[in-house]
């Protein structure tokens, strides 16, 4: 019954700036890591960013510098701040999950729908 619910897509213009919101609910033993990865139309799917439970973050070259990942670990929540944006960014934004099991050496992962975002003008 874990879900991840996205939000924060959709059009914007190139240079603009969109926030991504996921959240996560349902019985979560821990939470590893949570982190945000995308798809362009017959490409292959991408990390963009991931932060850990620990506060350790990883971001895709493409991103750096304009991208910022952060997360409310009490609410199991992970946010994707984009600014400077630019066609290319343009993809299905996923929302991933893993989850630590009470079998510390089991992981489990959860991915969310996805949210469209557009940069176009």
């Known amino acids: 019954q874990v879900q991840l619910v996205e939000s924060g897509g959709g059009l914007v213009l190139p240079g603009g700036s969109l926030r991504l919101s996921c959240a996560a609910s349902?019985?979560?033993?821990?939470?590893?890591?949570m982190g945000w990865y995308r798809q362009a139309p017959g490409k292959q799917r991408d990390l963009v960013a991931v932060?850990?439970?620990?506060?350790?973050?990883t971001y895709a070259d493409s991103v750096k510098g304009r991208f910022t990942i952060s997360r409310d670990n009490a609410k199991n929540t992970v946010y994707l701040q984009m600014n400077s944006l630019k066609p290319e960014d343009t993809a299905v934004y996923y929302c991933?999950?893993?989850?630590?099991?009470?079998?510390?050496?089991?992981?489990?992962?959860?991915w969310g729908q996805g949210t469209q975002v557009t940069v176009s003008s």
């Open positions: 349902g019985s979560i033993f821990s939470v590893s890591a």
């Open positions: 932060i850990t439970s620990g506060g350790s973050t």
């Open positions: 991933k999950m893993t989850e630590r099991t009470s079998v510390g050496y089991y992981f489990n992962e959860y």
